[in-house]
């Protein structure tokens, strides 16, 4: 499960040692925009060995690198593929061949190091106006993406509009984010709230991701996960609701019956099949029991 | 009559017949902007008078000028609850023949009253005092809010001298220290510089670690089933410990929780819990910032105690015994729960008690904060390397990677564990922290003993040797 | 292999970092260690240089390491980027 992730700036030890524990569900090691050019070396190696030697404990781990017009993107995938972080987020992909290049290259070093092919995942990072128009192109360009996640800050400059607060100007961007994502059969992940003292908008936020439809949601500050973990997680009455959508499934095959209803509701397979995503939810979370 | 106020202090001295061997005493609520301190033992040494033993509730850097008088044989003998790291590291390098005794703030007025530890001649610094020595510290250009350390000094000593930068007319309205006890008055220029005396304002945390404590801290005390009407409390001016009151407000306001007080050292935090309706009062015994000195001078409900009523074992009562939750800061913290707040990895002095084990023996629930380690310093270790409060007295170390509950109170660790706290074994804590910071070094305890540390009883439950 | 050709720097002093100090020599290593951990991670320290400098063949280096509390990775990453940059490779 992955409500709330985490940004980390890749070549500040203090911070990166305790990223474990600050509640996200995934970590994403920056080696990108958090990192001056003249330390990219020292990020990817430090990153390198802050998964190899320390790991993150339950945390997903997911590495940002460098964009592919780049000369940086090649070496960090070099430091970082043989440590096997569960997903790459290459920044600015604006098209399919985009995801095609560190598709190829990550097979290659897999396949260089004794790897299972396609055992490192992809979240490709859009972040342009033409990445949003590609959105679909680029959720579907091969079987290493997993998710595609959207970064307003650099969208709402490709734009040429201002980022606010409310979020107007990527609006549209949202929507098709979520219904590209949803077509080509992965996950979908909101931009970060960046103002960090702002603790009561960052619920607002995340409240109106979730109900477009988006997965999760990231941040750059710690003290937006908890935020981002509540209004991500299912409500116990739609835990609730789950167990009744699965038990009326059960007694309704006991019974022989082909169709089951549920409060005067016709029960459909996406009803079910969401029902078993809350309860999975639920379990992972410790609220759930067997159904 | 105006008999009791002199012209200077050497005058106040003579007057007093300080003798050499004698014991002279100081309070600290000028924490680092006090001046009198220096003033008056320069003027006591430039008298000749020598082998004093001092009896200052803390000691700190602004303080240092105490190694010349050291090393002149002005001072013999330290008694005091705590020390900053400037004196702390020359006396654990060996500047005193005598150990320095270490109390804690209720030991300390209990060695006064019960003849123990008698003090002579007494120094009170007062932002505010009459002719009579009638003396406050609500008001003045260095005010500090309360004089609560003070008390013993004036209530026991043989003379009592009080220094003021602000004397003002007979009878000084909402006076701490009464008359009756003081029989001489000094003003000075000043009495400290404000900017050391209180901070401006306390501030929380911004540190995600120490907030990721707060709220664990906070979820202990709502699964603890202490939080309830009539609720207790008291914390530290540690910045996760602020985190944790501020992340308790929310709760109490919310859940309309009415607590009975919280007591020791107060920071604005605590003054906007009380006017948030989160407690009936305040219990004063030291000032931390301008907030608290502003509401103990205005609000009834902010009060001011004495030391003895604080934390005293000697007393009848004390408030530290009516707590419920303490929360509280460590250096290390071994694996049988006992606690160092004395000296630093090094072995070096850098703090002490205070109020730590008198509240920690006191309070129903006695919560350790501290990060799991700091740097690549692992905080829990097999034996601290001074035990400043005994583990029997702590119920509970929250860190950043999980709770460890001391095993005697079996059931806190069941409702932790029902509440869904990360509840570890505190052995497991420490493997834990040695996993990520390796296993550091075993320092060897030798040397003299420079210091001991006096527990609240007056026993010696640990001593301090040089480095 | 591992021949440092320049003077070089990597990591920082902020607390939990090292600031690794490369610079070329004639004859052997020299380690000069400064750390706030020194009397409880000296030897830990000193071993995890050695032993990258090793994994690097670097046979030859004046090294002046400056220590906040740096966990192991972390000294061995700042190593390894000094190390990288003092050949000549960053």
Redesign the interface.
Known sequence: MRRSMLFLPGNTPNIIQNGEILGADAVILDLEDAVAPTEKDSARILVRNAIKYMGFGRCEVIVRINSIDTDFWKKDLDAIIPVKPSLIMPPKTSCAQDVLAVDAYISQLEEKLGMEPGSVGLIPLIETALGVENAFQIASACKRVKAIFLGGEDLTADLRCKRTKEGHEISYARSRMVCAARAAGVEVYDTPFTDVNDDEGIYTDAQYARSLGFTGKSSISPRHVKAINEVFSPSLKDIDYAYEVMEAIRIGKEQGKGAVALRGKMIDAPIVARAQQTIQAAIELGLGREA | MNGKVVKSLREAIELSGLKSGMSVSFHHHLRNGDYTLNMVMDEIAALGIKDLTLNASSIFDTHAPLEEHIQNHVVRKINTNYMSAGLGHRISEGLMEEPVDFRTHGGRPRDISLGITPIDVAFIAAPAADCAGNCSGKVGPSACGSLGYAFPDAMYAKKVVVITDNLMPYPLRGWSIPEIYVDYVVEVDAIGNPQGIVSGTTKITRDPVGLIMAETAVKVIQHSGLLKDGFSFQTGAGGASLAAAQFLKEIMVRDKIRGSFASGGITGYLVDMLNAGCFESLMDVQCFDLKAVESIRTNPAHQEISAMQYASPAAASAVVDKLDVVILGATEIDTNFNVNVHTDSNGYIMGGSGGHSDTAAGAKLSMIIAPLFRARLPIVTDRVSCISTPGRDIDVLVTQRGVAVNPKNQELMQRLKDGGLPVVDINELKEIAERITGKPQKKTRAGRTVANVIYRDGNVIDTIKSV | MGKIIQRAT??TL????VLVTLEPAQEGLEIELNS??Q??????ILETVQEVLKELDVQDARISIVD???????I???V??AV??GEGE?
């Not at chain 3, 902020?14 to 970092?17: H, I, K, Q």
């Not at chain 3, 009397?39 to 830990?44: K, S, T, Y």
């Open positions: 990597a990591g902020e607390s939990s970092d706030v951990v009397n409880q991670f000296g030897a830990a906040r509390g740096a966990l192991d990775c972390v061995r990453a700042r390894e980027t990288l940059r960053c």
